[in-house]
């Protein structure tokens, strides 16, 4: 799933050590405003060696690819947009324009009609 925003706000990072590996382990959790007529925030964290493959800044038009997973504990949900790849509109392609595109040739529905001799 991907959504495409302003990112609105960087929250501080989270860092720390696993109690069951004793590995380290940081996360880091941004806010996204999407550019809708009625434009809304999401949240979103990036987790462990992602938060470095992926700096963005307040401001940066980006296009987010997420995973939403929600989980009960003791009754009540919860749920995690985690990114898996973030993009920046200034970096990606530019889309090929309708009006740049060279038209495509009349193909006659009847092959009699057709000056190819070519058998299918």
Do not use: H
């Not at 009540?76 to 309708?98: F, Q």
């Not at 009349?106 to 070519?118: E, G, K, R």
């Amino acid at each position: 799933m991907e959504i495409k925003g302003r990112i609105f706000q960087v929250l501080p990072l989270q860092s720390g050590v696993s109690q069951a590996s004793g590995r380290e382990w940081k996360k880091q959790e941004y806010v996204l405003e999407t550019g809708d007529q009625y434009p809304r925030k999401v949240c979103f964290q990036l987790f462990g060696d992602r938060v470095d493959q992926f700096p963005v800044a307040v401001g940066d038009e980006v296009v987010v690819s997420i995973d939403i997973e929600s989980r009960e504990y003791n009754g009540r949900w919860y749920t995690n947009i985690s990114a898996w790849k973030i993009e920046k509109v200034a970096d990606m392609p530019p889309m090929a324009d309708a009006a740049n595109i060279p038209p495509v040739d009349f193909i006659p529905a009847d092959p009699a009609q057709s000056n190819d001799d070519l058998p299918f």
